[in-house]
């Protein structure tokens, strides 16, 4: 019998994140993820998959890696160099992301664990440098901990 797209994602948290955990308790996650898991259930662009995704975020918050989740927007392969990058905990944030952009947070939050470990933010790209800075680490410390990483059994 096919598994609904929650069952699913609960299912590969508990087949790939439980054997990381295992095997590498101290590894920091950074997981991909979509914009449409903070629009919620009734969205218009809402589809199963969202839901998995939603399901895979809730495991790895509540397991013992360190982690960050990122979530990006619409995606274009096109990085045009006067769009920055930037970082979202509106779970309504909209937009367009680069491929560069992505890889440019993940990489900001595999460097520095120290200010991205415990956040979930929308990654989307803005052609107007003026509106904050373009500097990741420091828009990664202006964001709040998710309520879940401060109840991480590290944390306890």
Do not use: C, M
């Not at 990006?72 to 990058?85: E, K, M």
């Amino acid at each position: 019998q096919p598994l609904d797209a929650e069952e699913s994602g609960r299912l590969i948290g508990h087949r790939l994140l439980d054997r990381i955990s295992e095997r590498r308790p101290d590894l920091h996650v950074v997981l991909i993820s979509h914009f449409l898991v903070g629009h919620g259930v009734t969205h218009k662009n809402a589809k199963p998959a969202t839901w998995a995704l939603r399901a895979l975020e809730s495991h790895l918050r509540g397991g013992r890696n360190p982690w960050t989740i990122l979530r990006a927007t619409w995606l274009s392969q096109i990085h045009d160099g006067s769009y920055q990058t930037r970082l979202s905990q509106d779970p309504f944030t909209d937009g367009l992301s680069s491929t560069e952009s992505i890889a440019d947070a993940v990489v900001t939050s595999i460097e520095h664990p120290d200010v991205s470990t415990g956040r979930t933010a929308s990654v989307f790209s803005l052609s107007i440098p003026e509106t904050g800075t373009t500097d990741l680490v420091a828009q990664f410390a202006s964001l709040r901990r998710d309520y879940e990483a401060d109840l991480a059994p590290a944390a306890l």
